[in-house]
C-alpha cells in the first residue's frame, strides 16, 4: 500500500509540474506580447512603453529563466516590476494587470464562494441521484423505472446555462421565490448564506443528479443480480433491508469514486453559475480576466489551480479506491 500512494505521489508530482510548464507557455510564450495587455490599460500604449514593459517583465530573458523565476515564485517570496516594484508573498501566482492586488490573496478572497457553491450543490446532486437510481433499480421494467430514466434524459439534454437562466428569471426575477441569489460570507449569518445560495444549489442538484441516477440505477440492477442478494431475498430479508443495507454498499462505491472526480470540475466550472447569479467566485473572477485586455497572471492562475484541484482529487480517489478495492494496486 505504501509503494502504491509513494507512486501515485510522484506521479501526481509530476502532472503538476508539467501542467505549470504548459500554464507558463501558454499565456507568457505566446505569440502574442504578455505585456501588451498591460500597455494597452491606459490606452495609451506605444512601442517605448511596450518595450520598457517587457524589459521590467523579464519577458527578453531566456524562456527557462523566465519560467525558473515563475516557478521560484510558487514557494518564496518575489519582486514584479511593471512601473512600480509590487512584493509578492508566496505562492505567488503574480499581480493582478487591473487591480495590482496580488492574485494569490484575490484567488483565496473568491474561493469560499465557489466552495460554498460545490459543496451544497454536489451534496445535493449526489443524494438525489442515488435516492432516483435505487428507486428506479427497485422498480425495474415498471412506469415508474422508464419514467426515471426518461426524465433524466430529457434534463440531461438541456445545457446546463440555459437551465440555469431559466431558473433565474423565472424564480428570482420574476415570481421573486428567491429574490437574493448572491453569496453571503457565512460570517454574516448561516441563514443569508444558505438562502442566498439555495437557489444555485437547486439548480446544479437538479441537473447533475441525472447521470448519477442512470449510473446508480446501473450499479443497482446489476448488484441485485448477484448470488448474495437472491440468496437473502430467499431468506426472507426485508425488501428495504436488501436494497440499503445489501446492494446500495455493493453500489455505492464507483459511484462516490465518480463524485470524487466530479467534485473536482466542479470546483473549477462553475463559470456560467457564478456569471448568472452573479456570485463573486472564481468562475466569475476568470471570465472578468478574460475581458479586453486580458489579465494574464489572474487566468494563468485560475487554470493552474483548476489542474492542481483536479488532479489532487484523482490522486485522492485512487487512494481511497485501492483501499477498497486490493486489485488497484496490483494494476
Known sequence: MAGYIVRRLLSAALVV???????????????????RPLCDLNGRCNPEKLALL?????????????????????????????????????????????????????LFDRFPATISVAIGGGALYLVIGV???????????????????????????????????????????????????????ISEGVGPWFWGLLLPWLVLGFTNSTTYARYTRGQMVETLGEDYIRTATAKGVRRSKVLFKHALR??????????????????????????????????????????????????????????????????LVDIFYSFIDPRVRLA
Open 54 to 106: 517587457t524589459e521590467q517583465l523579464g519577458l527578453n530573458d531566456s524562456v527557462v529563466n523566465q519560467y525558473g523565476i515563475w516557478a521560484k515564485g510558487l514557494v518564496s517570496d518575489r519582486e514584479i516590476v511593471f512601473g512600480p516594484t509590487f512584493h509578492c508573498d508566496a505562492p505567488c501566482l503574480g499581480i493582478s494587470y487591473s487591480t495590482r492586488g496580488e492574485v494569490t490573496t484575490e
Open 250 to 315: 455493493a453500489a455505492i462505491v464507483p459511484v462516490i469514486t465518480l463524485f470524487g472526480l466530479d467534485f473536482a470540475y466542479l470546483l473549477t466550472g462553475t463559470i456560467f453559475l457564478e456569471q448568472i447569479f452573479q456570485i463573486d467566485g472564481i468562475g466569475r473572477w476568470a471570465i472578468e480576466a478574460l475581458r479586453d485586455p486580458i489579465d494574464f497572471p489572474v487566468v494563468s492562475a485560475t487554470v493552474l489551480v483548476g489542474a492542481i484541484v483536479i488532479v489532487v482529487a484523482n490522486l
Open 131 to 185: 435516492v432516483l437510481g435505487v428507486v428506479a433499480a427497485a422498480r425495474r421494467g415498471t412506469v415508474v423505472d422508464r419514467g426515471l430514466v426518461a426524465a433524466s434524459l430529457v434534463i440531461y439534454s438541456i445545457p446546463f446555462y440555459v437551465v440555469a437562466l431559466v431558473a433565474w428569471i423565472f424564480f428570482s426575477l420574476e415570481w421573486g421565490i428567491f429574490p437574493d441569489t448572491t453569496y453571503h460570507p
Open 17 to 35: 509540474v508539467l501542467t505549470s510548464m504548459f500554464v507558463f507557455a501558454l499565456f507568457f510564450l505566446g505569440p502574442a506580447n504578455a505585456a
